[in-house]
């Protein structure tokens, strides 16, 4: 498959901490990678240098060939990387004061100047994609942390992003609104959006992703197509990780 997306030997520190040990990544166009691992691997650290919202302190990180030097990478570099990429956190991360349409436009009027009437049609047609149409002039305060994430998940899309970078996007929610956000991502990847994902959700890890990377340590210490990670992990570690939450086998 074509490699859309690369990153080579980051590292990161936080002050003594070594949080990042030398992460080699590679993910091809309309992969679904999952990286699971236990709290304190990495992991969202490794997501949010991938897009420089974290700078790392060593690697090079290349996407459909251009290659960017992870830590000396200048602002206008930056700013062209993240036209052609998006970014889902884990607690949405929408204006409180603007109505879920308004969310969603606001970075293609402000940031990438499209015409407002432009944008607004953009806008309902990704809100109507993640089922939220109905929904286009409330704001956050109105809305579930369900209809939250997806408006977050619309923003995304509005852009029309090469790769989509989602951090746990199901921790903040209650259990019973898990399934509307996992649903929407489910549709994405049978589309074909390229996506990586930091999650603790196993079912979609093992149902959706195409493939595994698991981490520990700053480290990545397996990655397989999730058949075999789920099916038959070679890694003790991996086994052991996955027995306890109920993954492990079929």
Same mark, same amino acid.
């Given at each position: 498959m074509e490699t859309m997306l690369s990153a080579r030997g980051v590292?990161?520190?936080?002050g003594a901490l070594e949080v990042l040990r030398g992460i080699d990544l590679t993910v091809s166009r309309g992969d679904v990678v999952a990286i699971l691992g236990p709290s304190g691997s990495g992991k969202t650290t490794l997501l949010r240098c991938v897009n420089?919202?974290?700078?790392?302190?060593?690697?090079?990180?290349?996407?459909? #060939?251009?290659?960017l030097d992870m830590p000396r990478a200048t602002r206008r570099q930056?700013?062209?990387?993240?036209?052609r990429t998006a970014f889902v956190f884990q607690n949405y991360n929408l204006f409180r004061n603007k109505t879920a349409l308004q969310n969603v436009t606001e970075g293609l009027i402000v940031a990438r100047k499209t015409p407002r009437a432009q944008a607004e049609e953009i806008g309902y047609k990704m809100l109507e994609k993640v089922g939220l149409s109905d929904r286009a002039h409330h704001y956050p305060a109105q809305l579930?942390? #369900?209809?939250?994430?997806?408006?977050?998940?619309?923003?995304?899309?509005?852009?029309?992003?090469e790769i989509?970078?989602? $951090?746990?996007?199901?921790?903040?929610?209650?259990?019973?609104?898990?399934?509307?956000?996992?649903?929407?991502?489910? $549709?994405?990847?049978?589309?074909?959006m390229t996506m990586l994902?930091?999650?603790?959700?196993?079912?979609?890890?093992?149902?959706?992703?195409?493939?595994?990377?698991?981490?520990?340590? #700053?480290?990545?210490?397996?990655?397989?197509?999730a058949e075999?990670?789920?099916?038959?992990?070679?890694?003790?570690r991996v086994r052991a990780f996955l027995s306890t939450l109920g993954g492990l086998g079929e």
């Open positions: 590292k990161k520190r936080f420089f919202l974290e700078t790392a302190d060593e690697g090079t990180l290349t996407l459909d #060939g251009e290659t930056i700013a062209a990387y993240r036209r579930s942390g #369900g209809q939250q994430q997806r408006v977050a998940i619309a923003r995304a899309l509005a852009t029309d992003p989509i970078f989602f $951090d746990e996007p199901t921790s903040a929610l209650d259990p019973e609104l898990i399934g509307e956000v996992l649903s929407v991502m489910r $549709d994405l990847a049978r589309e074909g994902v930091v999650t603790h959700e196993l079912s979609f890890a093992r149902g959706v992703a195409n493939r595994v990377i698991f981490m520990e340590g #700053g480290a990545v210490l397996a990655q397989d197509d075999a990670f789920f099916g038959n992990p070679r890694e003790e």
